[in-house]
Nanobody, 124 residues
Framework: QVQLVESGGGLVQAGGSLRLSCAAS????????MGWFRQAPGKEREFVAA????????YYVESVKGRFAIFRDNAKYTVYLQMNSLKPEDTAVYHC?????????????????WGQGTQVTVSS
């Protein structure tokens, strides 16, 4: 089992940047594929990005390609989401998730463990 705690959210103006962190504890972090999802008020949770166990492979939803980057530091048991050129439509609670099986999953059902989330608000 793994526990996940997100941090780094906040209020930022459109065009600004934020870096989210997700610290893991418990079982060996490098055993897990990791993902970031987000959920805006009144909307379903949606996939943002995923990274493989070693960090060599990544996958993004089309709307964040070229603006967001997911990467991990297995020695620090942490996965990051660097968010640049933020837009008001990026406003949401961002959750990290861990997957025990192989694959860069883009569905919530692909992941086994979830953090509580961190709020990101982008003002226009």
């Amino acid at each position: 089992q793994v526990q996940l705690v997100e941090s780094g959210g906040g209020l930022v103006q459109a065009g600004g940047s934020l870096r989210l962190s997700c610290a893991a504890s418990g079982r060996t972090f490098s055993n897990y594929f990791m993902g970031w999802f987000r959920q805006a008020p009144g909307k379903e949770r949606e996939f943002v990005a995923a990274v493989s166990r070693t960090g060599s492979n990544t996958y993004y939803v089309e709307s964040v390609k070229g603006r967001f980057a997911i990467f991990r530091d297995n020695a620090k048991y942490t996965v990051y989401l660097q968010m640049n050129s933020l837009k008001p439509e990026d406003t949401a609670v961002y959750h990290c998730a861990a997957r025990t099986t192989d694959g860069l999953g883009a569905s919530t059902g692909d992941y086994d463990y979830w953090g509580q989330g961190t709020q990101v608000t982008v003002s226009s």
